[in-house]
């Protein structure tokens, strides 16, 4: 019996040590679209655009520090174009504030029922975009605080979402492959607009040496 204790606190140790910020944790693909689909949705919405992308969609969890040190696990949303052998530049969106837990963007998807969300994925992924919409920390868990407007946070979620996007791309590369360029773009509106310059001022700070970033645009922060 002791031995079979100190075998499972070994095992748990091993895995608390293995978890580190960035790191993915699972991915679940919620759906894919091709790219007639996406021009009908487009034509009804009366968004003209010029598009060159079906799309897929994945919600995914990974590794960050939470307030206070900590490792936490957070979720967020990845919509990338299908082409398997193009490299793709990396844009987040920032959501503006959502009162609802079922608003997180790794819940609600690309679905009608958040439009903010929906509109933004149907311009950008099938434009030629990896577009990443993290939760935030707190979100899309009722049982977790959200902390809201705290600069270090929205930092700290988007640089290790960016990290959890690369893993992705490495894992799904038998399967569903998307490759990323060295571009990364970031954009939010509201506190998605000071969640961004919060991401921007971490990166330019902390993360120089791993991330350029090639435009930002946080808007009504």
Known sequence: MKKTLVLIILTLQMGILKSEAGQLIEYNHQ??????DIEIILWLAGI?????????????????????????TLSGLVVFPNSPMEAFPIISYQHGTAVHDGDAPSLSGISAT????????MATAPSGFITLFPDYEGMGNPNKF???????????TLVNMLRAVKELSSTLASTNPFQFSDQVHLFGYSEGGYATLAAQRGIELDYADEFTLTSSIPMAG
């Open 114 to 121: 958040n439009p903010e969300v929906f509109y933004i994925a």
């Open 146 to 156: 959200h902390p809201y407007i705290t600069a270090e946070s929205y930092a700290h």
């Open 48 to 72: 003209d655009l010029d598009i060159g992308y079906g799309i897929s969609v994945y919600d995914i969890k990974y590794e960050t520090e939470g307030e206070g040190g900590y490792i936490d």
């Open 31 to 36: 759906s894919t679209m091709s790219l007639d």
